[in-house]
């Protein structure tokens, strides 16, 4: 952790999990824990938040569980690709997961008065400077070969599986003073590949079922990285090698590892009643339907008078003025095409796609003058584009012209 110049007590529960992951990678791919490749593959990502003190009008950035492991970024000057196990974590923990730290207080004589007792604190607050990419050296003892375990385990192993072999192997996060008692090379079902078999010696309960074995692991597994969800079943395809499932220690066991179902969708919330006292539900998709047309309706355009000034609504009922207004308007409302064909084709095949977007251009603009004919009298109302104010249009039907 010196190297991101971070804290144990700076890192989130995910940060815990990552870390968690590449042990046992390194580890059961027959590998020693090389702190460069970790380097290699993890930068810092601070998730910064501010706090404030009682009695204290400055903020301050918080420097409890605000930092995470992330995949390094791909670099493309340092040749350095982005390689990652697929996507697997819990979005969020439980609320003030911090409630479980403490703190223990170490009694110490005071050096000004010795029958007094005083409490110092074994570190003081700094302010929190990361660093997010550290450097690492592609030379040191064990690189090569840690990384290699590492972008093997990528491709064959899901982030989900490399968490559930450790718990079915009993292992815990950041356990210490474990290791496989023998590593040998074996072709598990589902996977061509030839993988590092790790050997614990593990025997299976008596009594109990595969399927139950299984349920029980990920049950555990989804305390520590949530329900499996589509985003994660997405990242394990463009990833993996293979779709199956893989967990070694079961194998050792004998238990059989069915491929993981598809994760079950959300239940969508209760959808609100349309009108009082019905029983007919408006989903928000048709109601923001319903909005979007109204919005498209109220911004027609009509015919460009000035370079600053657009006409969006024209109540008139003067046909020579709507019959100009259509024909100035076919090819930039709504993005309308003109009207000629633009090829052979749709000269013997009927309307062009433009001329089906006139229509519909022209069938919205003369809706809106139908509606306007209900108002009284004839006026228009002038607005601009951003809400600036405008001069109004005095219509004269009877001339034909119309004046700014």
Not at 47 to 61: A, I, M, P, Y
Not at 153 to 168: Q, W
Not at 369 to 397: C, F, K, N
Request: glycine fraction near 6%; aromatic fraction near 10%.
């Amino acid at each position: 952790m010196d190297s991101y110049n971070v804290k144990l007590h700076q890192l989130t529960p995910n940060a815990i999990i990552q870390l968690f992951k590449f042990f046992w990678v390194a580890k059961t791919f027959g590998r020693d824990v090389d702190v460069d490749a970790f380097l290699r593959y993890h930068e810092l990502h601070h998730q910064r938040r501010l706090v404030k003190f009682d009695g204290d009008s400055e903020k301050f950035d918080a420097q409890l569980g605000c930092c995470t492991f992330v995949a390094r970024r791909e670099n493309k000057k340092k040749k350095i690709q982005r390689i990652e196990l697929s996507f697997s974590q819990k979005n969020k923990w439980e609320d003030d997961w911090t409630r479980y730290w403490f703190y223990v207080k170490v009694e110490r004589p005071d050096p000004l008065s010795p029958d007094t007792a005083i409490y110092p604190f074994a570190c003081q607050v700094e302010e929190l400077k990361v660093i997010h990419i550290p450097s690492f050296d592609s030379k040191s003892a064990g690189f090569e070969a840690c990384c290699d375990s590492f972008y093997l385990a990528m491709i064959t192993l899901s982030g989900r599986d490399v968490v559930e072999e450790a718990l079915a192997a009993g292992i815990m996060p950041l356990q210490r003073g474990w290791a496989p008692l023998r590593i040998e090379r074996q072709v598990f079902p589902g996977c061509e590949r030839e993988l590092p078999y790790p050997r614990f010696g593990l025997k299976r309960t008596e009594g109990r079922s595969d399927e139950i074995l299984l349920a029980e692991l990920e049950r555990e597994a989804e305390n520590y990285l949530g329900p499996y969800t589509e985003k994660e079943l997405e990242s394990a395809k463009l990833i993996l090698c293979h779709e199956g499932r893989i967990n070694r220690p079961f194998f050792e066991m004998g238990i059989t590892v069915e491929a993981r179902p598809k994760p079950v969708k959300g239940v969508k919330r209760h959808r609100e009643v349309g009108n009082v006292g019905s029983d007919v539900f408006v989903s928000k998709k048709k109601r923001g339907g319903a909005r979007k047309l109204e919005k498209i309706k109220q911004s027609i355009r009509a015919p460009q008078l000035t370079k600053k000034v657009h006409i969006f609504k024209a109540f008139a009922s003067d046909e020579k003025f709507l019959d100009e207004q259509l024909d100035a308007g076919r090819a930039s409302v709504l993005g309308a095409q003109p009207l000629a064909p633009s090829s052979p084709v749709e000269q013997s095949c009927g309307p062009s796609s433009g001329e089906k977007a006139t229509e519909a251009a022209i069938g919205l603009v003369e809706l809106a003058a139908s509606e306007a004919e209900l108002r009284e009298g004839d006026e228009a109302r002038v607005e601009t584009v951003q809400g600036r104010s405008a001069p109004s249009i005095d219509l004269t039907p009877e001339e034909g012209k119309y004046s700014l």
